[in-house]
């Protein structure tokens, strides 16, 4: 393909983008797309048989672009740490950094805005999401395994229950981030799993003696 295009096509799909994560899949038309990039609706034909094509195209472009996110910051916090308790929250650091660089809202996830309208999708294009996130999930879920291995946790918790916890709070802060108006909730949010996690795997406590310890507060607390 040309390099002009490369670059219409390009144009099309971030406007498309944009529209889909401010409003949805169904309220955004063709007519929307073309007004926003400034294309010929021939054009835009000549790069897409139909919105569903470019719905596709859409996912499997942000499923590319997620997963290098995801294995470029982890090779940088294994480069950072020396051991994967300390390369997870170097990582979790990492996106934390990121998400307290925001001046506004995260724009949201394409995933979660094809979840929310999922009927619109066929298996194929759905296939797309599911995989995306199943790899961001196993990718982290194998670096909390070698954790898990050398830091038994204080409380009962699992590689596959924290690599989900995380995808969790990213989806949940997106949602809320917008709704409150609060571009560092994310980052806020993030922080707290991070403290999470070295509460967990801080050495030197079992689970019996932390139980101990907040009964005992409880107890003060009430002969107060």
């Not at 040309?2 to 955004?28: C, E, K, P, S, Y």
């Not at 054009?43 to 094509?53: G, R």
């Not at 038994?152 to 108006?181: D, K, N």
Request: charged share 20%.
């Amino acid at each position: 393909m040309a390099r002009q295009g490369v670059r219409t096509r390009t144009a099309i799909m971030d406007a498309a983008q944009d529209l889909i994560l401010q409003q949805g899949f169904a309220a955004t038309s063709i007519d929307q797309i073309i007004e926003r990039t400034g294309v010929t609706k021939g054009a835009f034909f000549y790069h897409f048989t139909s919105k569903s094509d470019l719905a596709h195209a859409l996912v499997e472009r942000y499923a590319a672009v997620d997963a290098e996110h995801l294995e470029r910051t982890l090779d940088r916090a294994e480069r950072l740490g020396r051991e994967p308790l300390q390369q997870v929250l170097i990582f979790v650091g990492l996106l934390q950094e990121e998400a307290g660089e925001l001046t506004e809202p995260f724009a949201g996830c394409l995933y979660a805005s094809y979840c929310y309208e999922a009927q619109l999708f066929d298996e194929h294009t759905f296939g797309v999401v599911r995989s995306g996130v199943q790899h961001w999930r196993d990718r982290f879920r194998g670096k909390l395994q070698a954790v898990v291995e050398l830091h038994p946790p204080r409380l009962p918790a699992t590689a596959e229950q924290l690599s989900g916890m995380i995808l969790a709070v990213f989806e949940g802060s997106f949602i809320l981030s917008r709704i409150l108006a609060e571009p560092h909730y994310i980052a806020e949010q993030l922080a707290q799993y991070r403290n999470y996690l070295e509460l967990l795997f801080a050495p030197g406590a079992s689970p019996v003696d932390v139980g101990r310890s907040e009964r005992l507060c409880s107890q003060t607390g009430a002969q107060r």
